[in-house]
């Protein structure tokens, strides 16, 4: 951008010289009330420029921002109750605006980074990245359009507030239900954990079970034939190697009781690894802070493994958020920090957008099936 150099002015000014120095004032006054031209702020290349230069303090707050902007996704709400959009918001979390769609999806691209540019122009944001191909732009944009997300049937899945949904059998010593009187899956969870509790074999806090099961419920609906793109299956969406090391047979891969009970073992297992690197980072927060942010990191190592999550703790790079939120612990919420050690992460270890939202979106759905009244007064929603 020029600079506006302005003249120093005399030390006994004339009337005539007073006159054209307020005239001068008011054209700059107008010049900077006027936007910046789009064209003079050259686009950044990669978006991710713009995520490691943005401090960390910038956190504060990010994770709310963030789950206003999912849940109008996730429960088309809002902005989002017109399905043909996309939203754009920043690396606070705070929502820009909305375009409505093109006609196709290299116009909607278009329309974005166009939105964008213009977000520039009027002094929204302080930089863009425009999108290309499979590249993602800044300031980033979600669809509305989510037609794999049903959070009513999900969660009537989850309830069984319907008669197809419920559930009954038996699996390694443990029985939910019956033909004549089936249960829930909220129930089957209960019984899987209570079970293995009482075994001694499960130590991880009772805490994770919320967003766990809101986990389900992003992940697969609650549906027992779900399948992902990277093989993942069942209502757990449990991956061939994970059913291996739990000695699940084939004929029994799709079983819920099974698959409940296999990904609470992982569960159990990336607990016994993550706990120490944790403590060793957040020993000193107050309790209700560090066990919210402890169940939120452990539900987030059951998406990326234990072991990416151990090195935002650890790592001497990528630890360095964790580091700096561990001694600003103050200023943060639990979610913030959360939030903040993925963002701040992002294109490292293959950590992305999806891993941002991931636990948020886990809560967003603990959110809803508790607010239903078949979960009225259940325990685990008062977590």
Known sequence: MMRIRYPQRPL???????????????????LLALPASADNREAREDWLDIVRQTPYWASQGV?????????WVLLGD???????????FDHRGQFLTYINNGDNSEATVERLNETRQQLVANDRVSDWSPA???RRGYPFALACNQPFADMGKAIARMTSTEADYGVWGTWDGISVGSEESPASLVA?????????????????PASVMPTFMGKTIIESGGQKDALSRQAARGIMQLRPNVLDDCEIPE???????????????LVEQNHRNLEEPFMAVFSDLPEDKRE?????????????????????????ELGKAARYFAEQAGRFSAQDIQVGMIYHNMGRRDLGLRTLYYVTDARIAQGALCGSPAMTDDPWCDE
């Not at 006994?12 to 107008?30: E, F, I, K, N, Y």
């Not at 809002?78 to 754009?88: D, G, K, T, V």
């Open 188 to 204: 089957l969870f209960r019984a899987v954990y209570e079970h293995r509790r009482d075994q001694g074999r499960f130590s991880f």
């Open 251 to 265: 004929a029994f891969r799709l079983h819920r009781i099974a698959q409940v009970d296999c990904a609470l073992r």
């Open 63 to 71: 994770a709310a921002n963030l789950a206003t902007v999912r849940r």
């Open 292 to 316: 919210q942010l402890y169940a939120d990191l452990l539900t987030q190592a059951y998406q990326i493994g234990v072991g990416r999550v151990t090195q935002l703790l650890q790592d001497e």
């Open 132 to 134: 290309r191909d499979s």
């Open 78 to 88: 809002s902005f989002c109750s017109e399905p043909q959009r996309h939203l754009l």
């Open 12 to 30: 006994l000014p004339s009337r005539a010289t007073r006159l054209m120095t307020l005239l001068a004032c008011g054209v700059c006054l107008l």
